[in-house]
């Protein structure tokens, strides 16, 4: 596109838009203007893709969560006209880094969601026909705060100023039956676009809307409340990403939501599927694959069975057999709680109809079952409906013609643990397909300096294409000058970095630190709690005199809690308890530091991920699925400091394990020690140890809570050493005032009637975890020995493109 016409297209939309002149425009209608102008100068293409798609063997993606993130700047570079919008924008006298201004699209909760956004990217990039389908939610996770050290949430309308990048296409709107109401779910669409090619994916996202949203007769005869009541309803089930579940009611939203964006889009499938084939279902399966990603989307199968039999006079055999063609499942965690179950009361209320087909599936289960000469006290193992619930992640193993984890270690503990007995009848269904990150916003967009070093090096930038191209450049690791280059960029974004969290937070970090970085969703498995225990290690040892020679660094977070886990939230308040703390002890401004950061988003990501020297990935052995924040560090140059676990194994076998610091118990170990582990045995015996976890009830930390708590210290110790019964133990824990210290203490130290003590083994590897911390604080002297290590991860990262990931997808799974 010619400079000089873009120009003249940004003045005019302008001017027939907003009625200014160019420099009295907001950074948020510039971005407007933009986004209408990428989106005209693709449409001929994105049509074209769509009649592709729909004419060949294509796949679906459904999808609770969606985390895109903010779209212009991605989109630009995938158009290959970012250079020249803005020298466009540059001429008119506009910045176009101002577009960072721009809200995120936050539909999701993170490394789901991200995953979700980063694959419909690699499709589209490598002409892969996925669609993603999801919810349209008017609100993202919440914007939150940090008040008083406390996590507060606040609404997040990221549509309130408009969204340029989607487009609502109510003639394909579909109705969505409840057994109380029925709604509308309005699609609109989001175009994904190919990196430099002419293929556009497609992300519908479904919103809710009531089909009569005002009765005028109840509003005239004063009944307010009432006249609008269906409109409520029906806009709540869009309204926000995992309404809390704590209550009935937030079961049943969350259910509806669920069940809601399946059912449209099943029947948008179904409906393009007949505009082109009518009532011969004969290629349906052929033509079609759907992915449901994670155990959210898995009321699809049942309510597909029940589309095609009552809805499209199928046989119920032959819908069944459908089913089990045409889904696959991918697994995302061994956490039971998040295997989801539904009571059989709930879904019955709701949709019966559906549940009747639930029945049907687990009585053909049971004759399979029988068949295959399970053994009848065997059968409650599988059983999809069994104490009067019903087994999402056994309905979806069950149907779905492939079942996969997404890291090696991950998809062997869903083979000999999580999934066992299925493994054992069924094992042709499963495989692993190990997550991935698209280069194109994890480098390209988000460290053009490194880039640019990258395409000098290479001759191109054909690695945006084809990561694995990086590795050529592990030649120049000795190369003195191209590593003084590549420490100047490190530095560079750390400056950066430095400039967004004093804007942002109003503290100032000083470029010579260790950035040492720990960014992700607040889970007690991800052991945030263990890093700041080890932070105050490092801080009293320091004010003791023990710790000589250390270098400066400051430990930086950044995470969400889920608005109804109270402990995640005491978590979050004990980290910025500890920072306060430090952060004000002149004795230690030159030697730590540590941030909190509001709101962390892929925004924020963007900024904290190039700039990190380290990369926390320390969840307790066996228990993340795989990661892909860690991905996206080692790509942008960090080293991990991280535990065997997740997707760290495959990143230290890529990258080699002397240029990461990987620490504590394997899955193995864990294993072996969990029936014995005694977390007050290392309390009792480790004096450094001790004084990190009693700060958490001896008044060095106030957790808001003291008047409501009556327990003394101790009490609670007291409760802590004694092996009491569990009713015993079930009455004292009920007096402790959940989301405060003394709880987290008592957690650590005697467990609750839900959890062993330190279920996660903090205790177990903080020693570990110390002289990890110790070893790199120790390596980072070395400023060229400590580049190489992480210039050596960079190019090794190749493997960890989900362009990768997808095409091992579409080939093995989807069979495209």
Known sequence: MQIKVLVEKIKENILRDYDKEVDKVTVQEMHNVVAKIAITEISKAWHESEIRFNENRHAYFLSAEFLMGRAVQNNLICMGIYDEVKEALDQLGFDIN?????????????????????????????NVPLKGYGIRYKYGLFKQTIEDGFQKEYADNWTSFGDEW???????????????????????????????????????????????????????????????????IAENISAGLYPNDNTYEGKVLRFRQQYFFTSASLQDLLRKYKELHGNDFSKLVSLNTIQLNDTHPVIAIPEFIRLMTLENNMKFDEAFNMSKEIFNYTNHTVMAEALEKWDISLIKSLVPEVYEVIEKINEKLIEELTELKVRKEDLDKYEVIKDNQVHMARLATYIGKSVNGVAEIHSEILKKDTLKEWYEIYPEKFQNKTNGITQRRWLASCNKELTELYTRLLGDNSFLKDLTKLKSLEKYQDDKEVIEEFIQIKKFKKRELIDYIYKHEGIKLEEHFIFDVQIKRLHEYKRQLMNALSILDIYFRLKDGELKDFTPTAFIFGAKAAPGYARAKAIIKFINEIADLINNDIDVKDKLKVVFVQNYNVSYAEKLIPGANVSEQISTAGTEASGTGNMKFMLNGAVTLGTYDGANIEIVREAGEENNYIFGATEEEILSIKDSYDPVEIYNNNKHIKRVVDTLIDGTFSDGYEEEVIETKEEVVEVAEENIEEKEAQVVEEKLVEGTFKELYYALLKGTHWHQADHYFILNDLDRYFEARIKLNNDFKDEFAFAKKCFINSVNAGFFSSDRTIKEYAEEIWKL
């Open 166 to 232: 989607s487009l609502r296409r109510f003639e394909d709107s579909v109705k969505i039956k409840f057994n109380d109401l029925e709604v509308l779910a309005v699609p609109y669409d989001m175009p994904i676009i190919g990196y430099e090619n002419d293929n556009i994916g497609t992300l519908r996202l479904w919103q809710s809307e009531a089909i009569k949203d005002f009765d005028f007769e109840l509003f005239n005869n004063c009944k307010y409340d009432e006249a609008i009541k269906d409109k409520t």
């Open 98 to 126: 101002k577009f960072e201004e721009i809200e995120d699209m936050a539909l999701g909760n993170g490394g789901l969601g991200r995953l979700a956004a980063c694959f419909l990217d690699s499709a589209a990039s490598i």
